[in-house]
């Protein structure tokens, strides 16, 4: 079936950086995508969402980027803290479904 | 808001026995889904209720596998009988179809069957 999946299983960052996570996503029909944030032992966090008619949208230090041509979507982290070191999933959405799908995730690694 | 409550937080439970993992969604929420998480797989949605009903249960792996949403308030996962390869963290999450700002997750319970 048609799945969500990530290029980069790990990225590692000095503190004050900016942060770009990638995610690459195959099914065309999707209309809605959304990252979330999982830190250890706790469930996924919502960060950001961006529906399909859109491009970017922004939020307090993130960014998400969408690339509907080459279905590609990406969250950028604006000046990066120890606080955001944790694994990131994009998700899309069949609106009709409310059913989400999520990428492999990649881990962040905020280094002080 | 005390967000989506699942319990127990951890169960360690031996091959063969009936392990139960209960959760409770958001107040006015009528999306509950089931999901799975593990290294190898990432996250899998097991199923999914609309409004107490079962949506999508295409995703249970086997008839071991149970899920039941008696009201708009609980829904269990039950595994009957559990072995290892259940081991994993189950998260349950809720929404609601109006708002589309994806899913509340709860804490996760991680299982770990020996």
């Known amino acids: 079936g048609e799945s969500v999946g990530l290029h980069l299983p790990t990225l590692s960052v000095q503190e004050g950086d900016n942060s770009i996570i990638n995610c690459a996503y195959s099914?065309?029909?999707?209309?809605?995508f959304i990252w979330y944030k999982q830190e250890s032992g706790k469930g996924p966090q919502f960060i950001i969402d961006i529906r399909s008619n859109m491009d970017k949208r922004q939020g307090q230090r993130v960014t998400v980027l969408l690339n509907k041509t080459v279905k590609h979507l990406s969250l950028q982290i604006a000046a990066t803290q120890p606080g955001d070191s944790a694994v990131y999933f994009c998700a899309e959405k069949d609106t009709s479904y409310g059913k989400l799908t999520f990428g492999q995730g990649t881990i962040l690694t905020v280094h002080p | 808001d005390a967000g989506v409550i699942q319990s127990p937080r951890h169960e360690v439970t031996e091959m063969g026995q009936e392990v139960t993992l209960r959760c409770k969604p958001i107040s006015g929420h009528d999306y509950l889904f089931w999901y799975r998480q593990t290294m190898m797989r990432g996250l899998e949605l097991l199923i999914y209720f609309n409004n107490n009903v079962p949506i999508d249960d295409s995703g249970m792996p086997e008839d071991r596998f149970s899920a039941k949403m008696p009201n708009a308030s609980f829904s269990t996962l039950k595994i009957q009988p559990s072995e290892p390869r259940d081991s994993a963290v189950y998260f349950c999450?809720?929404?609601?179809?109006?708002?589309?700002?994806?899913?509340?997750f709860g804490s996760g319970t991680r299982l770990t069957v020996v």
């Open positions: 099914n065309s029909a999707s209309d809605y």
């Open positions: 999450a809720s929404s609601q179809r109006t708002r589309n700002y994806g899913y509340t």
